[in-house]
């Protein structure tokens, strides 16, 4: 299970640190993803980070301002998000995919194998 944390109502140009932490003794999933989804839209990818390795991939509209990374120690991985926009406004969901993905597949919902309560993030203007 994966528990997701951090979010909160934050002025616009602040920013916010989002955990996603993996229950159990050890975690031994190929990779976690931030998603999120925003009222009325549909999930959409954020970043990822493999498990294991240094492969991590941004979304367009967060490269350069979000900042994923893990603690292996921990089993937690976290968004550092800042430059905050309003369109940043969303439920933060992270995602755990157990098995090997290429790189596309990473950036989709439906691939991932569970899946932590999300977290809101409202950034106002």
């Known amino acids: 299970q994966l528990q997701a944390s951090g979010g909160g109502l934050v002025q616009a140009g602040g920013s916010l640190n989002l955990s996603c932490a993996a229950s159990?003794?050890?975690?031994?999933?190929?990779?976690i993803s931030w998603f999120r989804q925003a009222t009325g839209k549909e999930r959409e990818f954020v970043a990822s980070?493999?498990?294991?390795?240094?492969?991590?991939h941004y979304a367009d509209s967060v490269k350069g301002r979000f900042s994923i990374s893990r603690d292996i120690a921990k089993k937690t991985v976290y968004l550092q998000m800042n430059s905050l926009d309003p369109d940043d406004t969303a439920v933060y969901h992270c995602g755990a995919l157990m098995t090997p993905a290429p790189d596309f597949g990473l950036v989709q919902p439906m691939a991932y194998d569970a899946w932590g309560k999300g977290t809101l993030v409202t950034v106002s203007s």
């Open positions: 980070i493999r498990w294991r390795g240094d492969n991590i």
């Open positions: 159990g003794r050890t975690f031994s999933g190929f990779a």
